[in-house]
């Protein structure tokens, strides 16, 4: 056993930190925010460039070819940076159903590019309020064609296809390849709690697809490459906690009230202590995650699961406590504060809430009760 | 990052694994498994018997204080593979209650600070459970605070003489050692006046009153000391170097207690699947679920935790106070945890009786022992301090009594309290 990342590993992390303070600092989260962009565009062609993203496609499909724990040390660093990218639909989940189930044609067109950070996918499976449910898929493909409504989806105006969950025409929930400058797709931007990630509507009306996958498994694919999904946001989520309590930590010994630093105050210490305990827990939990993803464990489902819940906690426990220490200060639109009370509450949601991991948490605990590592 | 047991690994663990089935006393293993947090006695004959065999037969075959080294009577393995030995013992680790503080805090503190004579007459019967030790650091009017105590020690020919109490003492009625911390100069401030000894728990003078806890055990004593006489040579330390000595004992302290903290919630998992609620069984209403989910997560973050610190400890790095967090979050969490599970039973939660109770009143035992762990060897308040100053640079609280001479430090008394 060694359960900790490699001294490679470590060194990536510094590489990637110092890339990320340099060219994603929080002013460039704040410009996507206040604007109409859909993302930090020009962060994305270096990230691109660097091939980050890239780390765990193989390199035969373009990638670096790197493996999942470089890829989970890469989105710590983006969470921490607050960086205005769509990892979550383009990285950790477009490209993931393609190598997962694309065809040979499917995965050429689109990984190498999406590699490269000139296309980006994303996935389009909500439509109503409330939990992912075949009864809530109401869009329909019949002969190639798609019809129906997606809201909200991340990236939605930016991306070049989407992958859409739609009725086929033996009424099963299916997955199919849309591409969004095609006749038949209008997209407009939705106001979501975290403008630097954008998010869209997407109307089709008979615009052409193709499918992607066995055709009637796209729920259960959806909850495979979810769970993938998730160990990597638990780390951008852990970053972002990380970044929370870091500017709590810096603000507690600068600010003074009482004549003393208000970092001396225990209310005010025992608050960080239990913000780094959540961090703590949640760190171990998606280091866990980690491992199971770099060597597909069939332990996946729970400690995707637990990394997922863990680093949802300690996100928006650390991102809201932040503000409470920064005082009225903290709840000004200048202070970097919201930025991260924000996207705590974006990550939170999406791959599904809290309660969606909670419940496939224990679900996968009864399956494989061993919990223990041996 | 590497989960899987090395060769290495899997040998050991198969070796622990053989061993464990041929020597185990299997007729104590199913009393064993239902007992709660806390509990010792497997209801099968003496169960301090029961522990001295079970360690001694430990020590004999080379799986007893696998750390130490073996000229001490341990058996040099790594942190690693205590582990891997750990979860195979399983449940015969209940029977090792006694000899925790022993081998967790008095052991490693006299292997840093004791003599070599004194290492290798003690230590070995440590290890087999032979002798008992027990830790005299708290006092009535100082635990958090322990750098407060008064119990005093004057130095006599190549003697000295004690004077003074202690209490909350685990273990001390069944200790034939017991490591002391005591005064030895009141005139500085409070942390340069402190020496620490060892002594014999038979020495005229000691003597031991047990005190009812509020679970309805006695394992906590008070310890009174009159005109006790320890050698000089049971001195650990310089006089005056009593505190850093302490800090060796408490760093092995959160090490061996924060390390493998039960949470409660292997057994609440269980129990969900067992129980029945309006909604069918507990472990189908969602609301069971969500507390079962945060709860699996801080379980399972405590222990990868210490998987990490282990990996850490195995490339050489020291323990350091970031091993605060396991007491911290298992102590709330066990309250929490037979809390839910006594709601599940509804009315029928009350009864403590382990022949009525259902899971033989598991959880109500982990009720009333509960608070203890919040408070033994380290408050939640005093762990959050640890965290916050020692990981997170907070400053210090501010102290009235920093750098005053002890006896002019303000108490209770001086301030007009009782
Ligand atoms: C079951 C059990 C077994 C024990 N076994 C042993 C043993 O074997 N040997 C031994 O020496 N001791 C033992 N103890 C004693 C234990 O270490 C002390 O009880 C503990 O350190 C707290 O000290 P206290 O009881 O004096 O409480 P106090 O120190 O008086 O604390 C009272 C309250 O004040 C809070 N407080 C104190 N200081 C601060 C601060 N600076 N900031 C914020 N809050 C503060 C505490 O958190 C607590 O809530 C045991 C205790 C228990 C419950």
Same mark, same amino acid.
């Given at each position: 056993?060694?359960?900790?990342?490699?001294?490679?590993?470590?060194?990536?992390?510094?590489?990637?930190?110092?890339?990320?303070?340099?060219?994603?600092?929080?002013?460039?989260?704040?410009?996507?925010?206040?604007?109409?962009?859909?993302?930090?565009?020009?962060?994305?062609?270096?990230?691109?460039?660097?091939?980050?993203?890239?780390?765990?496609?193989?390199?035969?499909?373009?990638?670096?070819?790197?493996?999942?724990?470089?890829?989970?040390?890469?989105?710590?660093?983006?969470?921490?940076?607050?960086?205005?990218?769509?990892?979550?639909?383009?990285?950790?989940?477009?490209?993931?159903?393609?190598?997962?189930?694309?065809?040979?044609?499917?995965?050429?067109?689109?990984?190498?590019?999406?590699?490269?950070?000139?296309?980006?996918?994303?996935?389009?499976?909500?439509?109503?309020?409330?939990?992912?449910?075949?009864?809530?898929?109401?869009?329909?493909?019949?002969?190639?064609?798609?019809?129906?409504?997606?809201?909200?989806?991340?990236?939605?105006?930016?991306?070049?296809?989407?992958?859409?969950?739609?009725?086929?025409?033996?009424?099963?929930?299916?997955?199919?390849?849309?591409?969004?400058?095609?006749?038949?797709?209008?997209?407009?931007?939705?106001?979501?709690?975290?403008?630097?990630?954008?998010?869209?509507?997407?109307?089709?009306?008979?615009?052409?697809?193709?499918?992607?996958?066995?055709?009637?498994?796209?729920?259960?694919?959806?909850?495979?490459?979810?769970?993938?999904?998730?160990?990597?946001?638990?780390?951008?989520?852990?970053?972002?906690?990380?970044?929370?309590?870091?500017?709590?930590?810096?603000?507690?010994?600068?600010?003074?009230?009482?004549?003393?630093?208000?970092?001396?105050?225990?209310?005010?210490?025992?608050?960080?202590?239990?913000?780094?305990?959540?961090?703590?827990?949640?760190?171990?939990?998606?280091?866990?995650?980690?491992?199971?993803?770099?060597?597909?464990?069939?332990?996946?489902?729970?400690?995707?699961?637990?990394?997922?819940?863990?680093?949802?906690?300690?996100?928006?426990?650390?991102?809201?406590?932040?503000?409470?220490?920064?005082?009225?200060?903290?709840?000004?639109?200048?202070?970097?504060?919201?930025?991260?009370?924000?996207?705590?509450?974006?990550?939170?949601?999406?791959?599904?809430?809290?309660?969606?991991?909670?419940?496939?948490?224990?679900?996968?605990?009864?399956?494989?009760?061993?919990?223990?590592?041996? | 990052?590497?989960?899987?047991?090395?060769?290495?690994?899997?040998?050991?663990?198969?070796?622990?694994?053989?061993?464990?089935?041929?020597?185990?006393?299997?007729?104590?293993?199913?009393?064993?498994?239902?007992? $709660?947090?806390?509990?010792?006695?497997?209801?099968?004959?003496?169960?301090?018997?029961?522990?001295?065999?079970?360690?001694?037969?430990?020590?004999?075959?080379?799986?007893?204080?696998?750390?130490?080294?073996?000229?001490?009577?341990?058996?040099?393995?790594?942190?690693?593979?205590?582990?891997?030995?750990?979860?195979?013992?399983?449940? %015969?680790?209940?029977?090792?209650?006694?000899?925790?503080?022993?081998?967790?805090?008095?052991?490693?503190?006299?292997?840093?600070?004791?003599?070599?004579?004194?290492?290798?007459?003690?230590?070995?019967?440590?290890? *087999?459970?032979?002798?008992?030790?027990?830790?005299?650091?708290?006092? !009535?009017?100082?635990?958090?605070?322990?750098?407060?105590?008064?119990?005093?020690?004057?130095?006599?020919?190549?003697?000295?003489?004690?004077?003074?109490?202690?209490?909350?003492?685990?273990?001390?009625?069944? *200790?034939?050692?017991?490591?002391?911390?005591?005064?030895?100069?009141?005139?500085?401030?409070?942390?340069? $006046?402190?020496?620490?000894?060892?002594?014999?728990?038979?020495?005229?003078?000691?003597?031991?009153?047990?005190?009812?806890?509020?679970? $309805?055990?006695?394992?906590?004593?008070?310890? %009174?000391?009159?005109?006790?006489?320890?050698?000089?040579?049971?001195?650990?330390?310089?006089?005056?170097?009593?505190?850093?000595?302490?800090?060796?004992?408490?760093?092995?302290?959160?090490?061996?207690?924060?390390?493998?903290?039960?949470?409660?919630?292997?057994?609440?998992?269980?129990?969900?699947?067992?129980?029945?609620?309006?909604?069918?069984?507990?472990?189908?209403?969602?609301?069971?679920?969500?507390?079962?989910?945060?709860?699996?997560?801080?379980?399972?973050?405590?222990?990868?935790?210490?998987?990490?610190?282990?990996?850490?400890?195995?490339?050489?790095?020291?323990?350091?106070?970031?091993?605060?967090?396991?007491?911290?979050?298992?102590?709330?969490?066990?309250?929490?945890?037979?809390?839910?599970?006594?709601?599940?039973?509804?009315?029928?939660?009350?009864?403590?009786?382990?022949?009525?109770?259902?899971?033989?009143?598991?959880?109500?035992?982990?009720?009333?022992?509960? !608070?203890?762990?919040?408070?033994?060897?380290?408050?939640?308040?005093?762990?959050?301090?640890?965290?916050?100053?020692?990981?997170?640079?907070?400053?210090?609280?501010?102290?009235?009594?920093?750098?005053?001479?002890?006896?002019?430090?303000?108490?209770?008394?001086?301030?007009?309290?009782?």
């Amino acid at each position: 056993m060694q359960f900790d990342f490699s001294s490679e590993q470590k060194e990536l992390q510094t590489s990637v930190r110092r890339f990320f303070t340099d060219n994603s600092p929080n002013s460039a989260a704040r410009g996507v925010l206040e604007s109409t962009a859909g993302h930090d565009e020009s962060l994305w062609k270096k990230v691109g460039e660097q091939g980050f993203l890239a780390a765990a496609i193989p390199e035969a499909q373009g990638g670096v070819g790197a493996g999942y724990l470089e890829l989970c040390v890469v989105a710590q660093e983006a969470g921490r940076a607050l960086a205005a990218l769509p990892t979550v639909s383009s990285i950790y989940q477009a490209a993931e159903f393609l190598m997962a189930v694309g065809t040979p044609e499917q995965q050429a067109k689109w990984l190498p590019r999406l590699a490269s950070g000139e296309a980006i996918g994303t996935v389009a499976v909500t439509e109503a309020a409330g939990p992912l449910n075949p009864k809530a898929i109401t869009t329909r493909v019949t002969n190639q064609r798609l019809t129906g409504t997606k809201l909200p989806v991340a990236d939605g105006s930016a991306a070049d296809f989407a992958i859409v969950a739609a009725k086929d025409e033996h009424s099963g929930i299916s997955l199919f390849i849309a591409e969004l400058a095609a006749d038949g797709v209008e997209r407009t931007p939705v106001e979501t709690v975290d403008p630097s990630r954008k998010h869209a509507r997407l109307d089709f009306d008979g615009a052409v697809v193709e499918p992607l996958g066995a055709p009637g498994e796209g729920l259960a694919l959806i909850e495979r490459i979810r769970d993938r999904a998730a160990v990597l946001t638990a780390f951008e989520q852990i970053g972002g906690a990380q970044a929370a309590l870091d500017m709590a930590r810096d603000y507690a010994l600068q600010r003074f009230a009482f004549g003393r630093q208000i970092g001396s105050f225990q209310a005010i210490k025992h608050m960080l202590a239990d913000m780094y305990v959540s961090l703590e827990l949640a760190r171990s939990n998606a280091y866990y995650g980690a491992w199971a993803l770099s060597v597909d464990s069939d332990r996946l489902p729970a400690a995707a699961a637990s990394a997922r819940v863990a680093a949802t906690q300690a996100y928006q426990l650390c991102a809201a406590n932040n503000i409470q220490v920064h005082g009225g200060m903290g709840f000004t639109w200048e202070f970097d504060c919201h930025l991260h009370y924000r996207r705590s509450n974006y990550l939170a949601l999406a791959l599904g809430g809290p309660s969606h991991w909670e419940e496939r948490l224990i679900e996968s605990v009864r399956v494989n009760p061993a919990l223990k590592a041996a | 990052m590497n989960f899987d047991d090395t060769p290495e690994e899997a040998a050991f663990r198969s070796k622990a694994r053989d061993w464990i089935s041929a020597n185990a006393p299997r007729e104590l293993h199913a009393g064993l498994s239902k007992l $709660g947090f806390g509990q010792s006695d497997a209801g099968v004959g003496d169960p301090m018997q029961a522990a001295k065999q079970w360690q001694k037969k430990k020590q004999e075959g080379g799986w007893a204080a696998l750390r130490w080294p073996r000229e001490y009577g341990g058996a040099g393995a790594s942190a690693i593979e205590q582990v891997i030995w750990q979860s195979e013992e399983g449940a %015969y680790a209940k029977l090792g209650g006694a000899f925790t503080i022993g081998l967790g805090m008095c052991g490693p503190t006299l292997m840093t600070w004791g003599t070599e004579e004194d290492k290798r007459k003690r230590l070995p019967k440590l290890a *087999s459970g032979e002798e008992i030790w027990c830790q005299l650091f708290s006092e !009535p009017i100082a635990g958090s605070d322990l750098a407060g105590i008064r119990t005093r020690a004057a130095p006599e020919g190549d003697e000295w003489v004690v004077n003074g109490q202690k209490i909350w003492t685990s273990g001390a009625k069944e *200790s034939d050692w017991g490591l002391l911390i005591a005064r030895t100069d009141t005139g500085v401030a409070k942390h340069r $006046g402190l020496t620490m000894f060892f002594l014999d728990m038979k020495s005229p003078g000691v003597e031991v009153r047990p005190i009812k806890q509020m679970n $309805g055990d006695a394992h906590f004593n008070e310890v %009174y000391f009159t005109d006790v006489r320890i050698p000089d040579a049971q001195r650990l330390g310089a006089v005056g170097q009593g505190w850093t000595v302490a800090l060796t004992t408490l760093m092995n302290e959160r090490m061996s207690i924060g390390g493998s903290m039960p949470t409660g919630f292997d057994e609440l998992l269980n129990y969900a699947e067992e129980i029945e609620t309006e909604h069918g069984r507990a472990i189908n209403d969602p609301r069971v679920r969500s507390r079962l989910a945060s709860y699996a997560v801080k379980a399972t973050g405590l222990q990868y935790s210490a998987y990490r610190s282990i990996s850490a400890l195995s490339r050489g790095e020291e323990p350091g106070p970031e091993n605060s967090i396991g007491k911290l979050v298992a102590g709330s969490m066990l309250q929490d945890v037979s809390r839910f599970a006594l709601d599940l039973q509804g009315e029928y939660g009350l009864i403590i009786d382990e022949k009525l109770s259902p899971d033989n009143a598991r959880f109500q035992r982990m009720l009333m022992r509960s !608070p203890a762990t919040r408070i033994e060897g380290g408050s939640d308040e005093i762990l959050r301090n640890i965290i916050a100053e020692r990981v997170l640079g907070l400053p210090a609280d501010i102290r009235v009594d920093k750098d005053v001479a002890f006896d002019r430090i303000p108490t209770a008394a001086s301030a007009g309290g009782r």
